[in-house]
């Protein structure tokens, strides 16, 4: 059965250092793989997407992901945290099937 | 354009209640998923609809849940007799008929919903 891991519940970083929220995925076949973030009392909104391709993804709000098949992971990166990026994070993974698996989310606080 | 609109946005009810809440997904998105967001937690698939398809309910967690569509449009979740454990947000999300399982989800706000 595919899943998705976010072994980290919380992220701090300084605002203007570079970011990194990790997710591990395990699925049978091609993984499709997505990043989504939810703001305080809003849905979750899209940032990125892997299907095929470049192994790097650029997405919304200057996020980019790596994925990597031999680590079977699709880590959340920014190059430079704002404060206004601290929210929660979720990972997910669909296979040849339409449902998307989350993780358990990934919370991100930027400090000033 | 509109973006996936759900209500109510908040409801609160007791226990032993039935409660209904409603999904309008963006027009002429053919594909309508409903999830649920307990605190804390991470998504748990419920139901999907995909046109005039037979929906997948293999993520309803109970006979209590209940969940129709209208053709390609309005959906609403029923849960019967409703239980303090079924407290969470229900998010509602759609996808455009084009790009199959490459697509990603568009999401509503969500329904917060407390069974006292």
């Known amino acids: 059965a595919q899943s998705v891991a976010q072994p980290e519940d919380q992220v701090n970083v300084a605002e203007g250092n570079p970011l990194t929220v990790k997710c591990t995925y395990s699925?049978?076949?091609?993984?499709?793989l997505f990043w989504y973030v939810q703001y305080p009392n809003r849905g979750l909104q899209f940032l990125l997407k892997?299907?095929?391709?470049?192994?790097l993804v650029k997405g919304s709000y200057g996020f980019e992901a790596e994925f990597n098949k031999s680590q079977t992971s699709f880590h959340l990166k920014k190059p430079s945290a704002l404060v206004s990026d601290s929210a929660l994070y979720f990972c997910?993974?669909?296979?040849?099937?339409?449902?998307?698996?989350f993780g358990s989310g990934t919370r991100l606080l930027v400090r000033p | 354009g509109a973006g996936v609109s759900q209500s109510p946005s908040n409801k609160v009810t007791e226990k032993g209640k039935d409660v209904e809440l409603r999904c309008d997904p963006i027009?002429?998105?053919?594909?309508l998923y409903w999830y649920r967001q307990r605190l804390g937690q991470g998504l748990e698939f419920l139901i999907y609809?995909?046109?005039?398809?037979?929906?997948?309910k293999s993520g309803l967690p109970s006979d209590r849940f209940s969940a129709e569509r209208t053709g390609e449009s309005v959906s609403t979740l029923t849960i019967q007799r409703t239980q303090q454990e079924d407290s969470a947000v229900y998010l509602c999300?759609?996808?455009?008929?084009?790009?199959?399982?490459?697509?990603?989800?568009?999401f509503g706000p969500g329904t917060r919903l407390t069974v006292l």
């Open positions: 997910a993974v669909r296979d040849s099937s339409y449902k998307l698996i």
């Open positions: 609809f995909q046109g005039n398809s037979a929906p997948d």
């Open positions: 999300a759609s996808t455009p008929p084009s790009g199959g399982s490459y697509n990603e989800q568009f």
């Open positions: 892997y299907i095929t391709g470049d192994n």
């Open positions: 027009s002429g998105h053919t594909a």
């Open positions: 699925v049978s076949g091609n993984p499709y």
